[in-house]
């Protein structure tokens, strides 16, 4: 009875025992919750308005039906209607407001779920999360232990999370249990994704299909994600593919992990796919993951991109159709905020033909407290250069490594290199012989070879030389100039040490003097060229040239002792301050030796430009020029101006040529000229001339020359001649006779040949001509011919002004001139009277004791004697004695007294008169003393030949 009174006190108090029994059981749990207990029966319990974990569970209506009662109840069905979970993912994970303590802790991770039937109805989920707020419905009915399923259907919505934005986020979850296992299947699409960045998705989707144990300690599933039209970081993608596979619990998973791109496109590169998968493991409560990967890209292509050599010959090799493949394999991992980063392999294969392959063991290791590298790197095929680089324990501190460069095209030149690399006190040292030739800037430059060191500094950021560098140049050509091979020496220059850098090169190198040689054609070219080379953002180099040498081909100089400063710059070569000695190139030198000085030029573009003057040694300016050169065509110009060419005491012809010598002398005067020269392959032209308003002179051939004035026009500057018809004017001209006024028309025919076309002066009332005839001066015999026409006896009398006596008359007559060397003398020189003659007066005094009859009669019929035939006759030296012999008949007509003493006077007398005068020519013509006196002349005429006799 007491048994069955307690039962009914139970039964009568169930509702307040369950309630109590319930509140502590979430106080147990330290939740705390309010609802009301709508109905309490012994196989089921309804509450209503249950609300727990301040609000993170709420349920209109909650429905508990129990087995084993009154004496061990257990909830074997739960029915929810309307109820709404609220959740939250952090940093610190996911929490459902305190409710997650109600999750069996189950040790065995084996152990079933409650065998628990759970129907929901018209669920809702709300999880907060960095990105945002997702809100699901969710409905499920069957039993934990076996066969539960519940169906969340997402509501769309927007996330964000750092730059990124997705326009919405949607799908289907599903949760189902089978016996010992939770299965979570899941998938749903995605809206627009925008970053701030510029990356952006069209659309894409998810899924997630995972299982685990009932107390979730073993999880095994996998994740994807996919988008497509895919844009960011100036490249597009079609679509790209992401996903993930995890074994393990929480604290300790693993899996593989793939991502794929399709269609990718950027910077001018394209790939059909890319993609890298690999292993990962990772405990996540330490911060730790470790991972391996693999690298694969089919049909890629690189860009075309304007690379410095060799990089372009790897994008040449890369640009074919077909693209190329790469593969790669390595690990990483990250501990505790530090990771590492393990590269073993990496392989590239080109549809060109090209192959890259590098392995090591491992290749490359990189951690956040350095790198190593080890192994070895090969390339080639394709138009790759073949290399090889050979790595040993190479890290930031320590190692050495090899670089063998094979021969490798770099446009149109090609070059191979040989580097060793080790590790130096304050960086590494680079050390070997980079080998090169081909055509570089448009010149053709044979084998050539640089050997030394360099230094690199342990940031790799700097380099500079380590001592001096060696530089064997070989044979190095542009059109038809060609220079021989060369040995260079470069050095670091102390005050400005050389530094390469990502900013680019500064710093300078000394040169030390460089024996060039070479030539264009036949002209050979030598100097010796050294200075100073400055790089700052470009190239400059500036220097001394000495012992400059040209010689051959169509030069028509030589050039020695030459000497000069030097600048490069922008791919110009200049030249100023220079000095250079000259003589002639022809076998017998046609002009002495000559300084060219303040020489300039400059080379830039395949033309040189150059001037300067040309003195002779003792500093007098003959001419300047300015002269332009193609080295391509082997053509050129020079422009020539003498300015003022003052002769005098202080310059005579014969210093600039020896041709000059012995033939003029004593020149006094100014000259002036310009002239163009032009050559080809072919040879040399020079036009030009020469002008002077008054010469005066000395000749071997003529004698004095005076007054000298006109414009001489040269077809050939080198070869000293002119065209036909030079005309010069002539003060004064004295062979022995003065002449004056007079007008030469010449043509030049050499430096000392000259065609003479003719010669006029006016002569005592008439002409003096020079008959046509050539002068040359290195032929010692020379003869010329003067015709005197129409010359006035009297005038020719008074130019000598000799008293007491006058001839009239006009003569006709030549001079044949010879001259042999220095000397000159008249052969057969003849002056006769023209018809009807003329009149001869002597008025001086006779003194009557001084000669006997027959010179009385000859003076007294001289008083007046009316001539009707008279002519002069002229042999011998003009600078020693001369026979003139005079010859004239005529009539007196002053009275004389016969001889025989018979006292009568007559005229009409006939005479003839034979008079021989030896005398100097000079003196004879060119003094008044000779003439000043005659009577001893007739003494001696009438003496040879007797008294004069009547004409027969």
Same mark, same amino acid.
């Given at each position: 009875m007491a048994a069955a009174a307690g039962l009914v006190v139970v039964w009568s108090q169930r509702a307040p025992i369950a309630e109590v029994a319930i509140r502590n059981w979430l106080d147990g749990q330290s939740i705390a919750g309010d609802y009301a207990v709508e109905r309490l029966e012994p196989e089921r319990a309804v509450l209503r308005d249950v609300r727990l974990a301040g609000? #993170? +569970?709420?349920?209109?209506?909650?429905?508990?039906? *129990?087995a084993g009662w009154p004496f061990a109840p257990r909830p074997v069905a739960v029915t929810l209607d309307r109820p709404v979970l609220r959740a939250r993912i952090d940093d610190g994970g996911?929490?459902?407001?305190?409710?997650?303590?109600?999750?069996?802790r189950d040790t065995d991770p084996d152990a079933p779920l409650p065998d628990i039937a759970v129907r929901v109805r018209d669920g809702r989920l709300s999880v907060a999360t960095p990105a945002g707020e997702l809100r699901a419905t969710f409905v499920s009915d069957g039993r934990l232990a076996d066969g539960f399923r519940g169906v969340a259907t997402l509501t769309p919505a927007a996330l964000a999370a750092a730059s990124c934005r997705v326009a919405a986020v949607a799908g289907e979850l599903s949760v189902t249990t089978g016996v010992r296992r939770v299965r979570i299947e899941g998938r749903g699409p995605?809206?627009? *994704?925008?970053?701030?960045?510029?990356?952006?998705?069209?659309?894409?989707?998810?899924?997630?299909?995972? #299982?685990?144990?009932? &107390?979730l300690r073993r999880l095994q599933g996998s994740a994807s994600l996919a988008l497509i039209a895919v844009r960011g970081g100036g490249g597009t993608a079609e679509r790209v593919l992401a996903g993930i596979g995890a074994v393990g619990s929480p604290r300790d998973i693993a899996g593989r992990w793939r991502v794929r791109a399709v269609g990718a496109r950027g910077a001018g590169a394209s790939a059909a796919t890319l993609a890298a998968e690999g292993r990962y493991a990772a405990r996540p409560a330490a911060g730790a993951i470790e991972t391996d990967w693999t690298l694969a890209g089919v049909g890629l292509t690189a860009p075309a991109l304007d690379l410095p050599p060799p990089a372009a010959a790897i994008g040449r090799a890369l640009r074919p159709a077909g693209g190329f493949v790469i593969a790669g394999a390595g690990a990483g991992a990250w501990r505790g905020g530090a990771g590492e980063i393990r590269v073993d392999r990496v392989g590239l294969r080109a549809a060109s033909?090209?192959?890259?392959?590098?392995? &090591?063991a491992p290749l490359l290791q990189w951690s956040t407290t350095g790198w190593r590298v080890s192994g070895a790197i090969t390339a080639g095929g394709g138009g790759l250069p073949p290399l090889r680089l050979t790595a040993d324990g190479l890290s930031a501190a320590a190692g050495r490594a090899r670089l063998v460069l094979g021969p490798t095209r770099l446009g149109d030149a090609e070059v191979a290199a040989d580097l060793a690399v080790a590790r130096a006190a304050d960086g590494w040292r680079v050390a070997g012989e980079v080998r090169g030739g081909g055509r570089v800037s448009g010149w053709s430059v044979g084998r050539s070879t640089v050997a030394g060191a360099v230094l690199v500094d342990a940031g790799l950021r700097t380099l500079r030389p380590d001592g001096c560098m060696t530089v064997r140049i070989g044979a190095v050509a542009r059109d038809a100039l060609r220079l021989d091979p060369a040995t260079a020496r470069l050095c670091g220059d102390p005050r400005r040490p050389l530094a390469v850098s990502a900013a680019g090169a500064r710093g300078a190198l000394t040169v030390a003097p460089i024996r060039l040689t070479g030539g264009q054609g036949g002209l050979r070219l030598a100097a010796e060229i050294g200075g100073r080379v400055e790089i700052d953002g470009g190239l400059r180099a500036a220097g001394t040239v000495a012992g400059l040498a040209a010689d051959g081909g169509a030069l028509p100089v030589r050039v020695a002792a030459g000497a000069a400063r030097w600048r490069w710059r922008d791919g110009?070569?200049? *030249?100023?301050?220079?000095?250079?000695?000259?003589?002639?190139?022809? $076998?017998?030198?046609? +002009?002495? =030796?000559?300084?060219a000085d303040g020489l300039t030029m400059q080379m830039a573009a395949g033309r040189i430009a150059a001037s300067g003057a040309l003195r002779l040694p003792k500093g007098v300016r003959l001419v300047g020029f300015t002269a332009t050169h193609d080295l391509a065509a082997g053509t050129g110009t020079a422009q020539l101006a003498t300015g003022a060419i003052r002769f005098g005491e202080g310059l005579q012809p014969d210093e600039i040529s020896t041709a000059f010598r012995g033939v003029v002398a004593n020149v006094e005067g100014v000259i002036t000229g310009e002239g163009t020269v032009r050559w080809t392959p072919d040879g040399v032209t020079s036009r030009g001339h020469a002008e002077t308003a008054k010469l005066d002179l000395a000749t071997a051939a003529l004698g004095p020359v005076g007054g000298v004035s006109g414009r001489i026009e040269f077809d050939d500057l080198i070869a000293?001649?002119?065209?036909?018809?030079?005309?010069?004017?002539? $003060?004064?001209?004295?062979?022995?006779?003065?002449?004056?006024?007079?007008?030469?028309?010449?043509?030049?025919?050499? =430096?000392?040949?000259?065609?003479?076309?003719?010669?006029?002066w006016p002569f005592v009332g008439g002409r003096l001509s020079l008959r046509p005839t050539e002068i040359a001066a290195d032929e010692p015999l020379r003869r010329f011919t003067l015709d005197v026409e129409g010359a006035d006896a009297a005038q020719f009398l008074a130019r000598f002004d000799i008293p007491n006596l006058n001839v009239t008359g006009i003569f006709d007559g030549q001079m044949p001139l010879v001259f042999d060397g220095a000397s000159g003398r008249i052969e057969k020189g003849l002056l006769v009277a023209r018809p009807p003659g003329g009149v001869i007066q002597y008025a001086g005094e006779v003194g009557a004791d001084a000669m006997g009859a027959g010179g009385r009669l000859a003076f007294d019929a001289l008083k007046r004697l009316r001539y009707r035939s008279l002519g002069l006759e002229f042999d011998g030296a003009l600078d020693g004695e001369i026979v003139t012999a005079i010859r004239f008949t005529g009539t007196n007509e002053a009275p004389v007294a016969p001889a025989g003493g018979v006292p009568v006077r007559a005229s009409g007398l006939p005479f003839k008169f034979n008079v021989t005068v030896r005398a100097p020519f000079r003196q004879l013509l060119g003094a008044a003393a000779s003439f000043g006196d005659v009577r001893e002349t007739i003494r001696a005429g009438a003496a040879a030949e007797g008294a004069p006799q009547p004409d027969k």
């Open positions: 609000g #993170a +569970f709420t349920a209109a209506r909650v429905e508990v039906r *129990l996911m929490t459902l407001g305190g409710l997650e303590r109600l999750i069996p995605m809206g627009a *994704l925008a970053c701030a960045d510029g990356v952006t998705a069209g659309r894409g989707g998810w899924a997630v299909d995972a #299982a685990a144990d009932p &107390g033909g090209a192959r890259i392959a590098a392995d &090591g110009t070569f200049e *030249l100023d301050g220079g000095r250079a000695r000259l003589t002639d190139a022809a $076998a017998e030198p046609r +002009f002495e =030796p000559m300084i000293v001649t002119t065209p036909a018809g030079q005309t010069v004017r002539v $003060a004064s001209i004295n062979p022995g006779v003065l002449v004056e006024n007079g007008v030469v028309t010449f043509r030049m025919l050499g =430096p000392t040949r000259v065609a003479v076309a003719g010669a006029q």
